[in-house]
């Protein structure tokens, strides 16, 4: 079977063809040779945005495979159509994305951008770098990453909300169940750990983010698109939110990109997911789990078997 990659985080295939060469299968390139994408049984991208035009395209595919969690980069309705399945992978990275996204909350709760650059006095820190008694967390959102984040919040004595669809889950690791609402009223701290879907796109709204309590501080290690950005970008310009932690990659004409230098915002490039052993994990599980799944019988072949 040919496996061909749209597009790679990294240079080198090694790993994704070690893993292949146990199944059989080979792996290209699709800059290597275009034409290859029609006999391509599984089409694996990261960034790539597999369209109903590429789609189509792919005759013999079985499985589109995404290096990454998130399935928001292809159109699911074109692929169920072709009767192509469609995989990702999950719960790879989660202490690499909890400990992230952790971080990003309490240097923006402890003032550690403004406070890295003082040489003080107690008064004059007290005086000019008020810090907030963060006490109450809302994590939207009870995935693997969004349950261990509120686990650890709950150890630390944090009152936490947890917006989810799951009550149970949240009592269960001493969360309190809350609409989306009513958490952004009550939170110091909102961390967003929703998949991107179209009724989560935008989520926090400029109604959304107007009720959040002032001077709290938003963390989305998630998809950026959750975000309605001119929304956040203002309520931060004109100081309603206490600050801003992302992990994600702003297109060039975001209204947040005016807000970069700003000590109350931090902004790493999509980067929480990423160790050496979650790279490794992610690259061996995107094409082995694609394979697995392509090999398997369809119902027809299986009936004539």
Known sequence: MLVVVLDSLFDSLDIEREVAARYGARVVRLQDDPSLLASAGVVAHVRTHVDATLITAMSDCRVIARFGTGLDTIDLKAAERAG??????????????????????????????????????WDEIVASVPLPGARCAAVVGLGSVGTAVASALVAMGFDVLAVTSRPDAAQSIGATPATLEEALEAADLVLLHLALTEATRGLLDERRVALMRPGAILVNTARLALLDERAVADALAGGRLGGLGLDARLARSSPLRRLLTDRRVIVTPHVGWYSEASAQSLRERTIGDALEQALRPRPEEASVR
């Not at 989660?94 to 971080?103: D, G, R, V, Y």
Request: proline content about 3%; hydrophobic content about 55%.
């Open 84 to 121: 192509i399945a469609v995989v990702g992978v999950r719960d790879y990275c989660i202490p690499e994305l909890t400990s992230h996204t952790l971080a990003l909350a309490f240097a923006l709760a402890r003032r550690i951008g403004v406070l890295g650059g003082l040489e003080a006095g």
